[in-house]
């Protein structure tokens, strides 16, 4: 069952055969089906616009225009909202049990639908890479942090892209065919992202994607993609399932280069001890 049922399907108990058809190209497509006339749809699920026009009360809706407004408001839910939507649900005493329970659901779901085959391929791809250049909008900054962090420790060259804006061609324009562009793409398809799958395709480097929409994975022109499971939507995001991914695949880079790897750690360590007394630790 999609994630998304709870929210376009709150009233509906059982569809019928056709009904079903619809509803599951509009969980799996929300964004698109949003903007689709009844005969565009009718179209693409391959049924009639009859009863694409009585799918709408089986539903729970008025008609068509009562669905399209109802999901744009589900889609566009505010920060604010989806906090709100999540804390109601919670009490101060249950708020650790009751997080631990949706993370084990996120994770256990995350990882049936990673590819070991995958993951070692895109690790490999990044290994092998010129520069791997990172683009992590909004709360996947931290993410992508994280990763220059850790790759950077490791020898390699790793560049982080500007969020958003034309500042973003600035480092599109240095991009090359031996390297590796991740992207972090989560609740919607933003237009920086669709021009950096656009400058990828035309230069032919590789792009690895990350996503917690599953039909972002499907078209996209990238050679490895991965879903994580962040929750529904509407609802507050989780980031442990996309950091625990983002793990692996540090993981498995320096398992990769490993010699290389070591090689760096412990030249750091010779480092950090010969300039102990002038360049302390602290906390760092």
Same mark, same amino acid.
């Given at each position: 069952? /999609?994630?998304?049922?709870?929210?376009?399907?709150?009233?509906?108990?059982?569809?019928?055969?056709?009904?079903?058809?619809?509803?599951?190209?509009? =969980?799996?497509?929300?964004?698109?089906?949003?903007?689709?006339?009844?005969?565009?749809?009718?179209?693409?699920?391959?049924?009639?616009?009859?009863?694409? /026009? @009585?799918?709408?009360?089986?539903?729970?809706?008025?008609?068509?225009?009562?669905?399209? %407004?109802?999901? @744009?408001?589900?889609?566009?839910?505010?920060?604010?909202?989806?906090?709100?939507?999540?804390?109601? @649900?919670?009490?101060? *005493?249950?708020?650790?049990?009751?997080?631990?329970?949706?993370? *084990?659901?996120?994770?256990? =779901?995350?990882?049936?639908?990673?590819? +070991? =085959? #995958?993951?070692?391929?895109?690790?490999?791809?990044?290994?092998?890479?010129? @520069?791997?250049?990172?683009?992590? +909008?909004?709360?996947?900054?931290?993410?992508?942090?994280?990763?220059?962090?850790?790759?950077?420790?490791?020898?390699? *060259?790793?560049?982080?892209?500007?969020?958003?804006?034309?500042?973003?061609?600035? /480092?599109?324009?240095?991009?090359?065919?031996?390297?590796?562009?991740?992207?972090?793409?989560?609740?919607?398809?933003?237009?920086?992202? #669709?021009?950096? %799958?656009?400058?990828?395709?035309?230069?032919?480097?590789?792009?690895?994607?990350?996503?917690?929409?599953?039909?972002?994975?499907?078209?996209?022109?990238?050679?490895?993609?991965?879903?994580?499971?962040?929750?529904?939507?509407? #609802?507050?995001?989780?980031?442990?399932?996309?950091?625990?991914?983002?793990?692996?695949?540090?993981? /498995?880079?320096?398992?990769?280069?490993?010699?290389?790897?070591?090689?760096? %750690?412990?030249?750091?360590?010779?480092?950090?001890?010969?300039?102990?007394?002038?360049?302390?630790?602290?906390?760092?």
């Amino acid at each position: 069952m /999609s994630k998304y049922r709870n929210q376009i399907f709150a009233k509906q108990v059982k569809f019928s055969p056709g009904h079903q058809k619809i509803a599951d190209f509009i =969980e799996r497509h929300p964004d698109e089906a949003l903007f689709m006339t009844e005969q565009e749809l009718a179209d693409r699920v391959g049924t009639s616009i009859a009863t694409v /026009s @009585r799918f709408w009360r089986s539903a729970g809706y008025e008609n068509g225009k009562d669905f399209r %407004l109802r999901l @744009r408001q589900a889609i566009d839910t505010t920060p604010a909202h989806k906090l709100e939507a999540t804390i109601s @649900r919670l009490d101060p *005493s249950s708020l650790p049990l009751k997080l631990l329970e949706q993370t *084990s659901l996120h994770l256990r =779901e995350s990882a049936e639908r990673t590819d +070991p =085959e #995958e993951l070692k391929h895109a690790a490999a791809l990044m290994a092998g890479a010129r @520069r791997i250049y990172v683009y992590a +909008p909004g709360p996947s900054v931290a993410l992508g942090e994280l990763l220059f962090y850790r790759l950077s420790r490791f020898g390699m *060259s790793v560049r982080m892209m500007a969020a958003s804006g034309h500042e973003l061609l600035e /480092s599109l324009a240095h991009v090359q065919r031996e390297d590796v562009v991740l992207l972090f793409n989560f609740t919607r398809l933003l237009p920086e992202t #669709e021009v950096i %799958l656009d400058c990828v395709k035309r230069i032919g480097c590789s792009a690895v994607m990350v996503t917690d929409r599953e039909e972002f994975r499907y078209g996209a022109q990238v050679e490895a993609a991965f879903y994580v499971s962040r929750g529904d939507l509407g #609802e507050f995001h989780s980031m442990v399932t996309p950091l625990l991914l983002i793990e692996q695949m540090i993981l /498995s880079i320096g398992l990769l280069n490993k010699e290389k790897v070591l090689a760096k %750690l412990e030249y750091l360590g010779e480092l950090r001890a010969r300039y102990a007394d002038k360049l302390p630790r602290g906390k760092a």
